[in-house]
């Protein structure tokens, strides 16, 4: 007679102001997987560092089913670090960093949701790993944890035993990437099935993002210049037409942008004018209207722009955006 394999152990470690999501979203897709196979395939299971409620950032809490004790291990099949919108320092607990700097690697997996990325950096498990984390920490991770490879657009990244998701609705993504890998992918569809979300996303996530990019940075003379490319996406914004209103040859300009903004002018000039062809689209606008209006010379150009920027084309992102008329 065959016997059901013993269900594996996930615990999802939540830390003080942690986002409820990156906890209750991966426990429902674990849950509907023991569902869906008809037996007990997870034991999934809320990890902490104190007894007692935890208290998420929405203000509800959460009892944990395991507290760590540092001095003992504790064993996990897969084992995720939720993230928390306002880490500040508290993420870096000696004792903790410790503790997973030794016990996460002898999990089958582990990883991290949203900003508990930043919890794992610290341990030096992620450097020279490919990873991801939510849009408004990957560039405050990287300058931090310098050799951690950043995925900013990935929703979830795969490396080895290393699992990573970009944040928030993400974890669900990665819960539902792990169920395929362990039941396969007929039963990994019916709990996307069962919880009305996307079997596979399209795009990245930097369709969501609201990094501000075109956000005037550098010495005064560069912030004039972005300030009326701002205001002006539709005007002729070449290098030389932007170094003869800046008071400076082309070549020296070019050099300033690149040392005290990081790009080149050309790419934030790009950067500026999808930013607002994004804002015509959420409002209705149709691609080729947003282009025309936002500096692009045609369709193919803009189309091609913007996918690259935002993972998505212009049709599709205007899609999510368009408001259902009432019957």
């Not at 310098?146 to 929703?155: C, H, M, S, T």
Request: charged share 25%; net charge positive; with cysteine.
């Amino acid at each position: 007679m065959r016997h059901a394999s013993a269900p594996k152990t996930v615990g999802i470690l939540a830390l003080p102001g942690v986002q409820m999501l990156d906890v209750a979203g991966p426990l429902d897709v674990f849950a509907e997987a023991n569902v869906q196979s008809g037996r007990q395939a997870y034991a999934p299971c809320v990890v902490s560092t104190v007894a007692g409620p935890v208290v998420s950032s929405s203000g509800l809490r959460v009892i944990p089913d395991v507290v760590l004790r540092f001095d003992a291990p504790a064993t996990f099949d897969t084992l995720l670090i939720a993230g928390a919108p306002h880490f500040g320092e508290s993420w870096a607990d000696e004792a903790l960093i410790n503790w997973l700097r030794e016990h996460a690697p002898r999990s089958r997996r582990f990883g991290s949701v949203c900003s508990g990325a930043m919890v794992l950096a610290a341990t030096g498990l992620l450097d020279r790993r490919r990873i991801t984390t939510h849009w408004a920490v990957a560039e405050q991770l990287a300058k931090r944890f310098p050799e951690v490879r950043v995925e900013v657009d990935a929703l979830y990244v795969r490396d080895g035993a290393l699992r990573t998701a970009a944040g928030v609705t993400a974890g669900l993504d990665l819960a539902l990437t792990l169920v395929e890998e362990d039941l396969g992918r007929d039963i990994a569809k019916k709990v996307a099935s069962q919880l009305v979300m996307f079997f596979k996303r399209p795009g990245g996530q930097l369709q969501f993002s609201r990094r501000g990019e075109a956000n005037p940075v550098g010495r005064s003379a560069l912030q004039e210049i972005q300030r009326w490319v701002i205001a002006n996406p539709l005007a002729d914004s070449s290098l030389a037409a932007l170094a003869a209103r800046a008071g400076l040859s082309p070549r020296h300009l070019a050099r300033l942008f690149r040392q005290e903004i990081g790009v080149t002018p050309s790419a934030w000039v790009e950067s500026v004018r999808i930013d607002a062809a994004r804002q015509l689209l959420e409002n209705g606008e149709r691609p080729k209207q947003a282009a025309a209006a936002c500096g692009f010379s045609d369709i193919d150009t803009f189309r091609r722009a913007f996918q690259r920027r935002v993972g998505v084309t212009p049709s599709e992102y205007r899609r999510r955006y368009q408001l259902v008329d009432a019957a």
